[in-house]
């Protein structure tokens, strides 16, 4: 078979929504250029991947889409684009809004096949590939859901206010007075002033502490199946809430919903329900890590878990210990009847965590009416009980 | 393109520093050094990112500047800060001597009053001297801020030191590794100036190897048990995945108590080399000890 020409990778990777910039794109073909003459599809593969990915999900993308040029597949957009909300109002960019689906081209042979040269391992550990040899690249295609949800009206406006109140209210308390402190940058001036009290005999250097750092808010969205009845408006808070002056971090557990970045449902069953307890371990081993006394987590989920309920204790204990705040908001919280029967919500409950009804902008706003009236997050006083 | 350096040799250069790359790793330092271009580490703790970076320094004979990141680290931490102290007893010795408003700016911020935070000694290297090694560790761990500082420097490999307006320039471009754990998403400006290497977890064969380049004198059956019971602990929902690095402690351990095999019962004391945190602990514990440590 015949090899493209190197200097078309870039373009097509561009066209199934890899992001590739010219200096990069640059980069790629002096790293190909002698291949494949001289150089082991394997080795050059593996160059590609060093200079074109970003991040662990393009850094697997990478292989898959450089074998799909390889063999010559033709790239086709996704049917459904419904749920990729580009939650900064840019939906261009990153290797999850790869749109597009490739679709191995009518008789290629070399799909996942051995002896491959480039991306072949790859294609064949690869959860997109199927028997059919189609190679499924987009992240964001969307399973059939239905759109009955609470909500039939967004109300943008009251989600932006809500969003703002939110902002003020989970502020960490802020003062411009300089603080001494025993490490931090020195101070020339008050240690000028100090020197001269002194006569400069002992000289003390004054020092102050560093900036508090900005108050740390958390939203972890629950993306699995059964919570599909509100995604546009899951996805219309999470864009308000993402932006100034909330600046809140948007997950879905431990993936990143920044802007182009809204993940699959890889894993959700069908069926709904998913297992919050080992995505929760998984979001604390990884950007968890950075949570302190002062972060404010928001669960956002039915608690539907389906899971191991140990996973989700342990899970759920390890979050309150560490973060400052720990709220759960259910989208049904609110229904007529609700008890909080599922097992992730009683879990919740056990620990500690305040369980709030959110489903539109008004209920958004009375739960903030809720932080307002606490103190918001650093008045919380933590009831854990464990295990209890 | 023919590299410089081949990653065989790269990998061979590595293993003679104990550390055991594979051909992705091998790859990704020979671009970073063909290329000109600091290299991206991203990854579970605890699997060579960091100790990569050192292997190089030892094994090219490079000084190794390290920067650990930490939330609130500024520029005074990691590029240059003033000599305070030394600035206002120069003072208080020129006011003594009826000299101090013949001060010049030049005589408060010369080099004697200058103090080298790791970059800019990367920056100051020595051309004759092997390329320095610039390691930033951590760096999801800094602020936002100083990531955009690192743009600044990492693009230009020279910074400027306003009090002296001068800029100073890499007179060596320095071998550069970031290190990240994904606790925050890095910038895709930053992304964009690095190349990219994701360190995963080592397979079996792989490990068995590393432990081996570290503890020539372990036996065989234990390091092959021992690498069994950390894929298995690796299996489980832990809070703090093991590593590598956990992996050599836990063979140290066994080392150390003179054992050639791991049991069941030696397995609970020992634990502690490779867990970290309570929950994680008892979540062992309370599971199937003779199933972890296998036949």
Known sequence: ?388 | MALALDPGTVAGRLGAAGYVADADVATAVALALELGRPLLLEGPAGVGKTSLAQAWAKTTGATLHRLSCYEGLGREEALYDWDYGRQILAIRLAEGRGAAGHLATEDLYGDEYLLERPLLRALRGSPEAPPPVLLIDEVDRADGAFEAFLLETLADWGVTIPERGETVRARVTPVAFLTSNRTRELSDALRRRCLYLYVDFPAPDLEEAIVRANLPGIGTALVRQAVAVMGRLRALPLLRVPGTAETLDLCRALLALGLDRLTPERARSVLGTVLKSDEDMRLVLEGDLAALVGP
């Open chain 1, 1 to 388: 078979m015949s090899v493209p020409d190197p200097r078309t990778l870039p373009a097509y990777l561009r066209a199934a929504g890899l992001e590739v910039s010219p200096a990069e794109s640059v980069l790629a073909v002096r790293a190909l250029a002698a291949w494949p003459g001289s150089l082991d599809p394997d080795e050059a593969m593996r160059r590609l991947r060093t200079v074109l990915a970003r991040d662990p999900a393009s850094w697997r993308l990478v292989p898959e889409l450089v074998a799909a040029w390889r063999r010559g597949a033709e790239i086709v957009r996704a049917a459904d684009e419904a749920w990729q909300p580009g939650l900064g109002g840019d939906d261009g960019g990153g290797a999850e809004a790869a749109a597009g689906a490739l679709a191995a081209a009518p008789g290629g042979d070399e799909a996942g096949g051995e002896g491959d040269g480039l991306g072949s391992d790859a294609v064949q550990e690869g959860d997109e590939a199927d028997a059919s040899g189609q190679v499924q690249a987009a992240r964001g295609a969307r399973s059939g859901a239905s759109a009955r949800g609470r909500v039939r009206a967004i109300d943008a406006s009251g989600l932006a206010a809500a969003a703002r109140r939110y902002a003020q209210a989970s502020r960490p308390p802020r003062s411009r007075r300089r603080v001494r402190a025993r490490r931090g940058a020195v101070d020339p001036g008050a240690t000028w002033h100090a020197s001269r009290q002194t006569r400069g005999e002992p000289l003390r250097l004054v020092r102050q502490a560093p900036p508090r750092p900005p108050a740390h808010r958390v939203l972890l969205v629950d993306t699995s199946a059964s919570m599909h009845e509100g995604e546009r408006w899951l996805t219309e808070l999470a864009r308000a809430l993402a932006r100034p002056p909330a600046r809140v971090e948007v997950r879905a557990f431990d993936q990143d919903l920044r802007p182009g970045r809204w993940p699959g449902r890889a894993g959700a069953p069908a069926q709904g329900g998913t297992r919050i307890g080992p995505s929760l371990v998984a979001y604390l081993r990884g950007p968890g890590r950075r949570l302190r006394r002062g972060s404010h987590v928001m669960i956002l989920s039915d608690g539907w878990e389906t899971g191991d309920i140990r996973v989700l204790e342990r899970a759920l204990a390890a979050l309150v210990g560490r973060a400052g705040r720990v709220d759960w908001l259910s989208p049904l919280a609110g229904t007529r009847g609700f008890q909080p029967t599922c097992r992730g919500l009683v879990t919740a409950l056990r620990y500690g965590i305040g369980v709030y009804d959110v489903h539109d902008a008004a209920s958004f706003g009375r739960y903030v009416g809720r932080l307002e009236a606490t103190g918001g997050v650093a008045n919380h006083a933590k009831g854990v009980r464990r295990g209890g």
